[in-house]
């Protein structure tokens, strides 16, 4: 059975073992079994299914195509030196170094934006500041700045590259097969929002109400929305 891994910005899907079989083992490089991914990857069926989430950075996962299609990940990975080089006086990380993983039992219906947002509180403290200026939430220490229900995956909220000290850059996406909505709710007034390229080019003004946007995302869509407050 294929077996799932998330991508900046998407999910993947891949089948267990090689893309190429045994075609590659005459390359200079063969084929690897396993992949890129950013720290989540799992397996389901219509009963459920096991997940492994990592907070640190990996980047190698695999599903072998024997037995039961094991889940394979490459946990940590150091190098004396780097390769094609002659080496660095100091390693960058030298000392000891401690990470941590989790292990989830899932339901079929679970989607992949519960899991990315499982791998952000893994990563992060329960209270967290993306690039805003201070003057735009300071009066707002006694809850939240923004509020984000629904099924789309935070990517970033930061300032805008207009110049505009009132204006923030909300970029979210939906890393689903099926379009998924959320709403976004923020604790200061509203008094622009407009949809953009992800250059951050505008496209059209979009609806708000009670500083409340309702996001609508097509399948592994990227939503970037311009809000001037």
């Given at each position: 059975?294929?077996?799932?891994?998330?991508?900046?910005?998407?999910?993947?899907?891949?089948?267990?073992?090689?893309?190429?079989?045994?075609?590659?083992?005459?390359?200079?490089?063969?084929?690897?079994?396993?992949?890129?991914?950013?720290?989540?990857?799992?397996?389901?069926?219509n009963k459920g299914g096991?997940?492994?989430?990592?907070?640190e950075g990996l980047h190698e996962c695999g599903c072998l195509a024997e037995n039961e299609g094991d889940l394979t990940v490459?946990?940590?990975r150091s190098f004396r030196r780097t390769v094609m080089s002659d080496g660095e006086v100091e390693g960058q990380l030298n000392k000891p170094l401690s990470?941590?993983?989790?292990?989830?039992?899932?339901?079929p219906d679970c989607t992949m934006t519960e899991l990315n947002h499982l791998r952000k509180e893994l990563q992060t403290l329960p209270v967290t500041t993306h690039l805003v200026p201070d003057y735009l939430i300071m009066e707002h220490t006694d809850g939240s700045f923004m509020q984000l229900d629904g099924d789309l995956t935070f990517s970033a909220l930061k300032t805008a590259d207009n110049?505009?000290?009132n204006s923030l850059i909300l970029r979210l996406y939906n890393p689903e097969k099926e379009s998924r909505n959320a709403t976004v709710k923020f604790a200061k007034t509203i008094k622009q929002a407009e949809r953009c390229h992800?250059?951050?080019?505008?496209?059209?003004?979009?609806?708000?109400?009670?500083?409340?946007?309702l996001v609508k995302a097509a399948p592994y869509q990227i939503i970037t929305i311009k809000l001037t407050f």
């Open positions: 059975d294929e077996y799932f891994a998330n991508q900046q910005f998407t999910t993947v899907y891949r089948q267990p073992g090689r893309i190429c079989n045994i075609e590659s083992e005459n390359y200079q490089e063969p084929e690897s079994p396993d992949k890129n991914f950013e720290g989540i990857i799992g397996k389901r069926n096991l997940v492994f989430i990592g907070k490459t946990l940590f990470f941590k993983y989790l292990l989830k039992c899932i339901t110049g505009n000290k992800i250059d951050e080019t505008v496209q059209h003004s979009i609806e708000f109400k009670n500083n409340t946007l």
